[in-house]
C-alpha cells in the first residue's frame, strides 16, 4: 500500500492525499477502536469502506459496492465487536477475480431486522481458480467461526455458499 502511494505522490499528488487520509482513517481504527470490546456499526462500515477503497486504489479494475440498508437514526446507537466483518471483505479481495479482471467485483449489504443485523458479502471468482496457500486456506473463516460461537453461542447463523463464478456469505448475529 505504501509503495502505491509513493508511486502516486508522483502520478497523481490529489490522489495520493486521498490515499493517505483513507490510510489514516484505516490505522487509527485499528489502533483505537479495536481495543474496545464493542464498536459502532457506522465505524465497522466505514473501516470496511476504507479497507476496500484503498484496494480498489491497487485494482482500478475492481467494482466495489457497499450498501448499508440501516436507518441512519439507530446506526449510530448500534454497536458490534469490532473487526467481527473483516475476514470476509478480506477474503473477498483476496478471492475476487475474473479470467481478464474487468468482470471482477465485491457487493457489500448490511441491514437490520427484526432486532438482528445481517451482513451479505459477495464477490466474483473463476470456477478455475485454486488458492495457491492451501496450507493455511481457510484458518481465517475457522477462527471468525470460534469468534462467532464464543460471542453469541447458537444465537448467530453463519452461511456460506459458492458457485462456479461467486462466492457467498451471509451472517446474522443479534444486536
Known amino acids: 500500500m505504501l509503495n502505491n ?5 508522483r502520478s497523481n ?5 486521498v490515499v493517505i487520509m483513507k490510510l489514516s482513517e484505516f490505522l487509527r481504527y485499528q489502533l ?3 481495543n474496545e470490546d464493542k464498536t459502532l456499526l457506522v465505524s465497522e462500515i466505514n473501516f470496511l469502506s476504507n479497507f476496500v477503497n484503498l484496494e480498489k486504489i491497487r485494482r482500478d479494475s475492481l467494482s466495489i459496492a457497499i450498501q448499508n440498508d440501516v436507518d441512519p437514526k439507530i446506526l449510530n446507537g448500534i454497536f458490534i465487536p469490532p473487526n ?4 470476509f471483505v478480506e477474503n473477498a479481495v483476496k478471492h475476487s477475480v475474473s479470467v481478464d479482471d474487468t468482470d471482477a467485483y465485491i457487493r457489500i449489504r448490511i441491514t437490520l431486522e427484526n432486532g438482528r443485523l445481517q451482513f451479505n458479502c459477495k464477490n466474483s471468482k473463476t470456477a478455475d481458480y485454486h488458492n495457491p496457500d492451501i496450507k493455511n486456506s481457510g484458518l481465517g473463516l475457522n477462527n471468525i467461526r470460534r469468534r462467532l460461537q464464543l460471542l453469541y453461542d447458537k444465537q448467530y447463523q453463519l452461511d456460506i455458499s459458492s458457485s462456479d463464478h ?5 451472517l446474522t448475529i443479534p444486536v
Open 5 to 9: 502511494v509513493k508511486a502516486l505522490t
Open 13 to 17: 499528488p490529489e490522489a495520493a492525499s
Open 32 to 34: 483505537y477502536e479495536n
Open 84 to 87: 467481527l466483518f473483516t475476514t
Open 166 to 170: 461467486e462466492y457467498i456469505v451471509n
